[in-house]
């Protein structure tokens, strides 16, 4: 899937920027995914791209938009003046961003006194990886799990209704709000610029991204498709106090420089004001149909019957499985070499089809990448597993009271058909109390915040605390039944094992 982005830039400036600055121009572009990995021809090529320049009125300059975005962060100074402005975040880090209502008198009548929705994505900039945007995500997600690319800072936020995250898409969010009234929304971007960067030297260049927003008002259905105004801005995320020292050099760059040098560069401004844009080039993420909340309140849950899933709405994702197969083209091959930690040799490979990389033997492997990284990517191409340290399988109490009172029946009616009951399998790699109540959480599919305590059923019934020393002296295999008890803090509860 390709973004479609329209940067404010004149057809004259990018000429000479071509000319004067290629290298910063493309920066980014071809270190992300190793040489040859794909034609730039293609990517330009692209039907998506070149419709982008007729996708925004001509009058855009001296329009006036009825919303205005303020990211309040710092731009850095040493952006050329007809250059996008660039600001430095950091990873993790909440940052206030001003929903304006900017339109005239009489302007938009229709949403006064009404909710519009704003979507927020944090996406990429360069061209390059926006053609390979699912696969990059893919590989986050697989190196983070668990973790999502953008939050909101619900507590700090001002003014937004019913802020919602799709686990599904992990860089976007979305929420209600009256443009009427105060609005302010603070995001966390917990991705960093390096992580989509070919690791080569050391002190690699972290790709830009963009924050783009999206804003609907509700049609005649009740439903928020309508497109009312799109803005972005481009950011770089560096590792917490990264931002800050970025910031600095940058500055003390600029001050070395000659007056007539400083001519060319643009002011660092206090904030960054988001600048309009075409709108998200997907329909599907402005349908009605409800996603999870931030703050959805669960009476109970239950493990599913049959084939053993959690019975919740919406489905998790599929497992992803990154086994690479022989009918692997060469550029997915390259992919597939940087998301499993291979991107030194991503270029001795450039040529390499899936089908080749399967064949190469042991010793083939060891002798091109040497012992250690040969035996660790043989490994790889094999797909083979690492046994976990410690299975244990869990069934839900009141599924097997359901099953046990159901085989009675069926005995004293005659019927001599046996029943079973279905287990969970949880595979334990660190043996702590942590790591168990994450993967009893995704069982249930809840937040592990929502698990309290843990407990095991003692001598006498008594409730044992589970610490990380009774873990690792639990039985390899061993059997229990979790029972679920509320707890006293809302959307919370205490798991028993027995």
Not at 45 to 55: D, G
Not at 163 to 187: C, G, H, M, Y
Not at 194 to 221: A, C, W
Not at 398 to 417: M, T, V
């Amino acid at each position: 899937m390709a973004w479609a982005l329209k940067l404010p830039l004149a057809d004259e400036v990018i000429e000479s920027g071509l000319v004067q600055d290629f290298d910063a121009s493309l920066s980014g572009i071809g270190q992300e995914l190793g040489a040859g990995a794909y034609s730039m021809s293609d990517v330009l090529a692209l039907p998506i791209f070149k419709q982008e320049e007729s996708s925004l009125p001509p009058d855009n300059e001296n329009k006036i938009l009825p919303f205005q975005y303020v990211l309040c962060a710092a731009t850095s100074p040493a952006v050329k003046l007809h250059d996008e402005t660039l600001t430095y975040l950091n990873q993790g880090q909440s940052y206030e961003i001003r929903m304006l209502d900017n339109r005239k008198l009489g302007e938009l009548p229709e949403i006064n006194g009404k909710l519009v929705k704003s979507i927020f994505r944090v996406v990429f900039h360069d061209r390059r990886l926006q053609y390979t945007e699912h696969q990059q995500l893919e590989g986050w997600r697989w190196n983070r799990p668990g973790d999502r690319i953008l939050d909101i800072d619900i507590p700090m936020s001002v003014g937004i209704i019913d802020p919602r995250a799709n686990p599904t898409q992990l860089n976007t969010v979305e929420f209600l709000w009256d443009p009427a009234k105060r609005t302010s929304v603070f995001i966390q971007v917990h991705c960093i610029s390096t992580e989509f960067t070919m690791r080569k030297h050391g002190g690699e260049k972290g790709v830009p991204f963009r924050v783009q927003i999206d804003t609907f008002k509700e049609n005649e259905n009740g439903e928020y498709t309508e497109h009312l105004h799109s803005a972005s801005c481009q950011i770089k995320v560096f590792k917490p106090k990264g931002a800050d020292r970025k910031q600095k050099t940058d500055r003390e760059k600029m001050e070395k420089r000659t007056p007539h040098e400083k001519e060319k560069y643009q002011p660092s401004y206090e904030t960054t004001i988001l600048t309009e844009c075409s709108p998200w080039p997907e329909i599907t993420y402005v349908n009605n149909s409800p996603s999870p909340g931030f703050n959805s309140s669960h009476s109970s849950f239950s493990l599913g019957e049959g084939n053993g899933s959690p019975n919740h709405q919406p489905e998790p994702p599929p497992p992803v499985t990154d086994n690479l197969l022989p009918t692997t083209t060469p550029q997915e091959a390259q992919q597939w070499l940087h998301r499993n930690r291979f991107s030194t040799f991503t270029r001795l490979f450039t040529n390499f089809s899936g089908a080749d990389l399967l064949k190469l033997t042991r010793d083939d492997v060891i002798q091109i990448c040497g012992p250690a990284d040969g035996i660790r990517l043989f490994n790889a191409l094999k797909g083979r597993m690492v046994r976990p340290r410690l299975t244990i399988y869990v069934c839900q109490e009141s599924l097997q009271l359901r099953e046990q009172q159901q085989q009675q029946q069926k005995h004293e009616d005659g019927d001599s058909n046996g029943t079973f009951f279905v287990y969970h399998a949880i595979y334990l790699e660190e043996l702590t109390a942590v790591e168990l109540t994450e993967k009893i959480a995704q069982l249930f599919s809840i937040s592990p915040r929502q698990i309290s305590q843990i407990y095991k059923q003692g001598p006498t019934g008594i409730h044992v605390l589970i610490s990380d020393e009774m873990i690792q002296n639990f039985q390899e295999e061993a059997c229990f039944i979790l029972d679920t008890m509320k707890a006293e803090t809302n959307d919370s509860y205490h798991i028993i094992l027995k």
